[in-house]
């Protein structure tokens, strides 16, 4: 049985950069809860929200297929294990890359390290399920940033998309996003065939971080 998980996208809010972003990290490191709570923090908070909350997982928004050498300003998948990644999203929708960025990626990164590939679609989903990442996330792009989670707007994506990508490759777990804001959110989102969910302004743009992560892991 997996973990459900929450994936918690800090993007580049105010309310979770810089010091921000430390706080929220051990804001969510300090929830009792069951569930896997990882955080995705930009590659410059990484190594102080790594020190500020040891005990929670911290990936990556993004990295590029480059080792050491001449890349200059790519995400050096190297530097951010080093620095405490211990998994990255790739392809999200606001920032989007070639499937062969992809494969270069997975080919790059060691067993064990984390990748959630994003997708806009279940077709995506497939393309992307093919490479078996840890975890594909189908976000439809329009639902970002919503009021209505996509387990209610358009739960037959999510469903779908669980079905699709078990087809392909049934060791690639599957989340869904967009909209997604309280524990009866996820609940659905697990009932409809995902391990969990990935988030951000019902955490980001929450007067209350920590209360809105309890709400949201309460029936997990
Ligand atoms: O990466 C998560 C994200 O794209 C969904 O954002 O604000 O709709 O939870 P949000």
Redesign the pocket.
């Known amino acids: 049985m997996v973990d459900s998980l929450v994936v918690v996208?800090f993007?580049t809010y105010e309310t979770a950069h810089g010091a921000c972003a430390e706080d929220l990290a051990r804001a969510m490191e300090s929830i009792d809860t069951g569930a896997r709570i990882v955080a995705?923090v930009s590659a410059f908070d990484l190594s102080a929200v790594v020190a500020a909350a040891p005990g929670l997982e911290v990936w990556c928004q993004h990295l590029d297929p480059v080792g050491f050498g001449s890349n200059t300003g790519w995400l050096h998948p190297e530097t951010a294990m080093e620095r405490g990644a211990s998994g990255t999203?790739i392809n999200?929708?606001?920032h989007k890359v070639s499937l062969e960025h992809v494969a270069m990626l997975m080919e790059q990164i060691p067993d064990g390290f984390h990748v959630c590939a994003?997708a806009a679609d279940i077709h995506e989903a497939k393309a992307l399920a093919a490479l078996e990442p840890g975890f594909v996330?189908v976000?439809p792009p329009e639902?970002?940033?919503?009021e209505t989670s996509v387990t209610s707007a358009d739960p037959g994506i999510v469903s779908g998309t669980a079905q699709a990508v078990r087809e392909v490759a049934s060791s690639v777990g599957i989340l869904c996003?967009?909209?997604?804001?309280t524990g009866g959110d996820v609940a659905k989102a697990i009932q409809l065939g995902t391990s969990g969910v990935?988030?951000?302004?019902?955490v980001?743009k929450s007067e209350d971080p920590r209360s809105s992560l309890i709400d949201l892991v309460s029936l997990l």
């Open positions: 996208n993007k995705a999203l999200h929708a606001e994003c996330a976000e639902l970002i940033g919503g996003g967009a909209g997604v804001k990935l988030l951000a302004s019902g980001t």
